[in-house]
């Protein structure tokens, strides 16, 4: 299952450099592509607005 991020997303570009997979795009609010994340979570434990969750 892949992980989401929600709207409590701040741009802030920390999880990008975490994705060992390169999911994330950047916008707005980032999103994560679910055929590409691999479920490893890096990115949610380096959220600090904790914007990122399993789906």
Do not use: F, L, Q, R
């Amino acid at each position: 299952m892949a992980y989401v991020i929600s709207n409590d997303c701040t741009a802030c570009g920390t999880c990008i450099d975490e994705c060992p997979v390169g999911a994330i795009s950047e916008g707005d609010i980032y999103k994560i592509d679910p055929e590409v994340c691999t479920d490893c979570g890096a990115c949610a434990d380096v959220c600090p607005v904790e914007a990122i969750h399993p789906a």
